[in-house]
């Protein structure tokens, strides 16, 4: 239970349905850790006392779990080193992947907990033919998590129920409205919840205590064009903050880590067909034995792209899309539909 409404929500749903239920907040880290002097990040004090308020009000048990080595080692500390290694970071993937699925999910076996349960916005069904728990889009396409639950395995899928999947945004706040929770009109969180202002950069220069070198930007000829602040500070498709007078717009392409260059293109040099992934995981089906036709997604908020998907080797996909897309970033998911269903996804490596 974050403190968040959706959380909230889920917990109380989940009471109704029978459950004997216990309200769990993750303490992931200090606001000292993170350079932040006020009280206003996910898990924060006030949102621990919206959590154990809400908790109160359900009549339920609330307790708070320390688990900031883990998140320090597993979320933050792979964070800046993708940066560092000129790749693009989804730490929302890491944290579900590694904390709430992985550790959370062990710990409430070590206490006897059948479920974990969470507000996140995707349904899992059973499909009795395959023998396979699928995870499902949410109804409610605007708010749907799918994406950033692509790291499900079969057995955490057996072990987690998702109380909102069949609900929009607007039902989970009126229920929360009726029942009078203190959270029932809190703003959702939309930052990555240990960089609150956003400045990606400032915030790995502030935990590391590194400053990062300056260097040239180039053109894909290797042209100079002007003097980058620090690798870290440029993704892929960037345009603006460049701090470069140029005749037309240009956008950062790739970074040469070796030497310490940040590549810059024309718009149009920016797509790509092709890509490759590591670290997969299915959920459809154990292995894509064949070219496979699906609905694909290379970033979090990108419309999905039709698309052929191959498995090459036990941890590698090979995907093919049927138009050019534009900014593939190293680092980041690409994950597989077929209709409403997550086929399973993994990490770009190679456009």
Known sequence: MSGGVDSSVAAYL???????????????F???????????????LDDIDDARSVCR??????????????FRENVISRFISAYENGTTPNPCIDCNRFIKFEKLMRRAEELDFDFVVTGHYAIIEYNPESGRYLLKKSVDASKDQSYVLYSLTQKQLT???????????????????????????????????????GDYAEFIEQYTG?????????????KILGEHKGIIRYTVGQRKGLGLALPH??????????????????????????????????ISCEKIDKPMRVKARVRYNQSEQSAVAEQIDENTLHIVFDEPQR?????????????????????????
Do not use: W
Request: charged share 25%; hydrophobic share 30%; aromatic share 10%.
């Open 14 to 28: 989940i009471k109704e349905q029978g459950y004997d239920s216990t309200g769990i907040t993750l303490k992931l």
């Open 30 to 44: 200090d606001n000292d850790d993170i350079g932040e002097k006020k009280e206003k990040t996910c898990c924060s």
């Open 57 to 70: 009000k359900l009549g339920i048990p609330y307790y708070v779990y320390n688990f900031k080595d883990s």
């Open 159 to 197: 072990k987690t129920l998702f109380p909102l999947g069949n609900m929009t945004k607007e039902q989970t706040r009126k229920i929360a409205d009726e029942l009078g929770l203190v959270n029932a009109n809190k703003h959702d969180s939309q930052d990555i919840c240990f960089v609150p202002n």
């Open 210 to 222: 590194k400053k990062y070198a300056k260097g040239n930007f180039v053109d894909e000829s290797g």
């Open 249 to 282: 717009p240009m956008y950062v392409k790739e970074k040469n880590l070796a030497k310490n260059e940040v590549v810059l293109c024309d718009n149009s040099s920016l797509f790509s067909k092709e890509l490759y992934a590591t670290d997969i995981n299915l």
């Open 327 to 351: 900014a593939i970033s190293y680092g980041q998911a690409v994950v597989l539909y077929d209709g409403d269903y997550v086929v399973g996804g993994g990490t770009i490596y190679k456009v």
